[in-house]
């Protein structure tokens, strides 16, 4: 263990083993606890079987990535407890049942501590998924959590609905924790004792979720893909209270124009999906650029091309995001940094959507997505700023609802504005929003409402410079880390080891990708002595 005093705990078997609930169990507890933590499950696109990889990192203070080798390893089957011995840190403890695993007779620096499963619920109906439970018990003693704060973890994940399901877990869990209290001391000041402060667990799309309903979000459209769906999942049975309508579409063309449709009507209206989605999307996407419509489309990407890797994560589609259908016209691509910065990036981008009157891409991915962490309440402010933008009074006289203005937004009339009145259609058109076709007036008019409607990016620019990147570290570093996105955490803790390792560095992430903050970050790039650039992707985006 280090100095910070964290443990590293992975968790390993087949899907279906209870491998997500012990990993929610232990996130409640260490909240509970007032610790950080940080949880990634590596799962494979099966239902059941698979090997499945839950990495968690708590500690007595902020964590920021999943971390490396590790401290704890529950084994729930042998391949796991072979396979992963070599990754052990000095100290580490491999927990597993003695019924069914062999001690491995791989070099390790990890102590083997097996558990006889059986014997310590022989008297309990026989569930092969015990040993999870009975495991994390084990490992909940040897980490010095205090009882009471586990029990109630586990009567949370299961609820009052499941009682006599709640009390066979917490039995269970208890003979693991006294079977190590008597056979497995701790190892002298590891325990991770927290400050006392209740904290919250959350993941990437449920801020992503929270900060859409903090914005003002009434209407959510998707068709289920990962790993994007959890968006959907967690605001189903949540959207009524909220006075949202979530709706599953049949197909993700039907979803993206159900959103741009109640944009247009004036509803604040947002569609989740994932890349191979998002290409079927992209048609849509340029009509709310032709007619002016707010949208924002949650992009959380995974591996491509085609079906690619759907339970994997990658960075490979900001080139979709930047090219979203043909032609040119406004748009804000925007990549949040964590889950905190999930829920403000979602406020963001209803904000500049309604404002600016166009579509808006949200960039996540499944690292961010499905990570699990452990944030202070208070960094969710639930009081955020809601921007409309112009909304046109209902008019007495002309409406020209495509008015060339000096910021390209012009007043937009919502369905049934007494005397607002208009056509918006997916062809170019004048101000009125009649289609321009002839020879006469095309060539003038399509220059006039190109300009008129690029100006718009102006705004957006002036609107987002001063959170379009953020920079750690000291101005005059030997190297300067350049990412985008989700891989701030991991760039951030690298910057950090770095610099206390006698490298200072220093790190530049962005946040808005389009309009690129250009003119904004140039000096800074200008001063850099060294750059690495840091994307997870082929090619470097």
Request: proline share 6%.
């Amino acid at each position: 263990m280090n100095n910070k005093r964290e443990a590293t705990i992975w968790i390993g078997g087949e899907a279906g083993e209870g491998i997500a609930s012990a990993g929610d169990v232990f996130m409640r507890a260490a909240a509970r606890n007032g610790l950080g933590a940080f949880a990634h499950n590596s799962y494979q696109s099966v239902i059941r079987g698979g090997e499945v990889l839950l990495q968690i990192r708590a500690g007595t203070h902020p964590v920021l990535s999943q971390g490396g080798d590790w401290d704890y390893l529950i084994a729930l089957n042998q391949s796991i407890l072979d396979h992963h011995l070599r990754s052990a840190r000095p100290a580490a403890a491999a927990l597993f049942n003695a019924d069914t695993i062999k001690p491995s007779a791989a070099p390790s620096a990890a102590a083997l501590r097996g558990i006889p499963v059986g014997e310590l619920t022989a008297d309990l109906p026989r569930n092969p998924v015990m040993q999870n439970t009975i495991l994390l018990g084990a490992l909940m003693r040897l980490l010095e959590f205090p009882w009471e704060v586990f029990e109630g973890s586990i009567r949370a994940q299961f609820g009052k609905r499941k009682a006599e399901l709640s009390d066979t877990n917490v039995t269970v869990a208890r003979r693991g924790w006294e079977f190590a209290e008597k056979h497995f001391p701790p190892p002298e000041g590891n325990g991770l004792a927290g400050d006392g402060k209740r904290r919250i667990v959350i993941t990437g799309n449920q801020a992503a979720a929270l900060g859409a309903v903090a914005g003002g979000c009434k209407f959510y459209s998707a068709y289920p893909m990962t790993p994007a769906s959890s968006i959907m999942h967690w605001l189903a049975p949540r959207a009524p209270r909220y006075g949202m309508l979530m709706k599953q579409a049949e197909d993700e063309l039907a979803a993206i124009n159900m959103a741009i449709g109640a944009g247009y009507a004036g509803v604040r209206a947002m569609v989740g999906t994932s890349g191979g989605g998002f290409a079927l999307m992209t048609e849509a996407i340029g009509m709310a650029g032709m007619i002016e419509a707010p949208v924002v489309a949650v992009l959380s990407q995974r591996g491509g091309p085609s079906t690619g890797l759907p339970t994997k994560t990658e960075q490979g589609d900001l080139f979709q995001a930047l090219g979203a259908s043909q032609g040119e016209f406004p748009k804000a691509v925007l990549a949040a940094l964590d889950p905190v910065d999930s829920y403000y990036t979602a406020v963001e981008a209803l904000n500049l959507a309604e404002k600016y009157q166009m579509p808006v891409i949200m960039m996540m991915d499944l690292y961010l997505s499905e990570r699990t962490v452990i944030i202070d309440p208070e960094s969710l402010n639930p009081h955020v700023p809601v921007e409309r933008g112009e909304i046109a009074a209902p008019v007495d006289g002309e409406y020209r609802r495509y008015r060339d203005t000096p910021g390209g937004v012009s007043p937009r009339a919502l369905p049934g504005t007494p005397g607002g009145m208009h056509i918006a259609s997916s062809d170019e058109h004048n101000e009125e929003g009649v289609l321009v076709s002839d020879w006469y007036t095309n060539p003038s008019m399509r220059t006039q409402m190109m300009n008129k409607r690029m100006r718009k990016l102006e705004g957006v620019s002036g609107d987002t410079d001063a959170r379009a990147f953020i920079r750690e570290g000291p101005e005059d570093a030997e190297l300067t880390i350049i990412g985008w996105g989700s891989t701030y955490a991991i760039l951030e803790e690298a910057r950090r080891a770095l610099t206390a390792s006698g490298h200072p560095a220093n790190l530049i992430q962005f946040r808005m990708l389009w309009p690129f903050p250009g003119r904004k970050v140039l000096p800074y790039l200008q001063a850099a002595k060294r750059i690495v650039c840091v994307e997870n992707n082929y090619g470097g985006l």
